[in-house]
């Protein structure tokens, strides 16, 4: 597959008849860190999103024991 010059790609007829996708469906792209998910719109729950949404993003920061340590003042 490719991507076109508007970022977008063509889902396989096969692909689209096996996940129950059909044209103007409403689907969301989420980042599964690192990896790209198509989903069906509706099949995800509010807490779901924003769990895909961040997932990953939380870096390298200080461990808990400093955080907790900065807390107490030590």
Do not use: C, W, Y
């Amino acid at each position: 597959m490719k991507l076109n010059t508007k970022g977008q790609v063509t889902i396989p007829a096969e692909l689209r008849r096996k996940h129950g996708f059909a044209a103007g469906d409403e689907v969301s792209v989420i980042d599964d860190g690192g990896v790209l998910r198509i989903v069906h719109h509706d099949d995800l729950t509010t807490g779901q999103r924003a769990v895909l949404r961040v997932r990953g993003s939380a870096g390298n920061g200080p461990a808990t024991d400093d955080i907790m340590a900065m807390t107490r003042g030590e």
